[in-house]
């Protein structure tokens, strides 16, 4: 399973960004996906999350910013950034759970990092004031 996001950038404070992550070896339709970031010396933390369903997670730092999204015909997740600040400035990873169609509702199941057994390379997003 592999996971390759992109849409790195450097953007001006209020404007959009949208990352996209394509895996490969999943059908992406049937696992929770997940955001999470970290920037320079802190933890990596959870931004959103959806379900394989069509529930879906934020962080209150970004909930009404940010809108995660999934096109299953692609096997693509998104996280489409709106009114960035310069605290969002982070590498961006997504992940993907392993469990088939899970079907938890716990909004802790998808907001920790140890649900995921997959991720991506990362991708700087730097918001500038």
């Not at 959806?50 to 693509?76: E, L, M, P, Q």
């Not at 709106?82 to 079907?103: G, I, W």
């Not at 390379?121 to 918001?127: D, M, P, R, S």
Request: glycine share 10%; net charge positive; aromatic share 12%.
């Amino acid at each position: 399973v592999q996971l390759q996001a992109s849409g790195e950038g450097l953007v001006q404070a209020g404007d959009s960004l949208t990352l996209s992550c394509t895996v490969s070896g999943r059908t992406v339709a049937n696992y929770a996906m997940g955001w999470f970031r970290q920037a320079p010396g802190r933890e990596r933390e959870f931004v959103a999350a959806i379900r394989s369903g069509a529930g879906k997670y934020y962080a209150h730092s970004v909930k009404g910013r940010f809108t995660i999204s999934r096109d299953n015909a692609r096997d693509t997740g998104y996280l489409q950034m709106d009114s960035l600040k310069p605290e969002d400035t982070a590498v961006y990873y997504c992940a993907l759970d392993a469990t088939f169609r899970s079907s938890s509702r716990d909004s802790a199941y998808y907001s920790n990092r140890l649900t995921y057994d997959f991720w991506g390379q990362g991708t700087q997003v730097t918001v500038s004031s």
